[in-house]
C-alpha cells in the first residue's frame, strides 16, 4: 500500500465508467491500494437520460456519499431511498437495486472494494 493524496485542480472528471450517463473522477485510491480499494466522485451528466435497470454489483463494500443534488433508488428488502447532500449508504454486497433518478447537479462520493467488479444487471 502506499499513501495517495489527490486533489481536485489535479484531476479531470471522465466518461468511462459504468453509467453512460455519470462522469468519474478517480481520487487515486486504486493505484495506492494495488486495486483493493476504488474510490471516485461520480457526478450527473447534465442531459443524458437514466436508464436505470435493476442489478447489483459483486463487492466486498460499497458506500456511497451525496456530496451535492439528489439520487432516488429502489433497494430489495427496503424499497425507495432518496439520498440527498449528507447522506451515507452502505450498500450491502449482493443487494439489488434500481436507479430511479437523480438531479443534474448530481455529485457522489463512491468507494468500493475490490476496485474491480462485476455488475450483474437482472
Known amino acids: 500500500m502506499q499513501f495517495s493524496v489527490s486533489h481536485e485542480r489535479d484531476a479531470a472528471f471522465e466518461s468511462q465508467g459504468l453509467r453512460a450517463f455519470f462522469e468519474y473522477r478517480d ?3 486504486r493505484n ?3 486495486g483493493r480499494v476504488a474510490a471516485h466522485v461520480i457526478r450527473a451528466k ?3 437520460p ?4 435493476r442489478h447489483y454489483h459483486a463487492v466486498e463494500f ?15 428488502g427496503v424499497g425507495e431511498v432518496l439520498i440527498e447532500p449528507g447522506t451515507c449508504v452502505h450498500q450491502p454486497p ?4 434500481t436507479e430511479l433518478g437523480h438531479s443534474e447537479d448530481l455529485e457522489l462520493l463512491e468507494i468500493v472494494m475490490p ?3 462485476d455488475t450483474v444487471t437482472l
Open 27 to 29: 481520487l487515486g485510491i
Open 32 to 34: 495506492a491500494t494495488g
Open 46 to 48: 447534465p442531459g443524458e
Open 50 to 53: 437514466v436508464f436505470g435497470e
Open 62 to 76: 460499497q458506500m456511497i456519499y451525496c456530496l451535492k443534488g439528489w439520487i432516488r433508488f429502489d433497494y430489495e
Open 94 to 97: 449482493g443487494i439489488k437495486h
Open 115 to 117: 476496485a474491480d467488479f
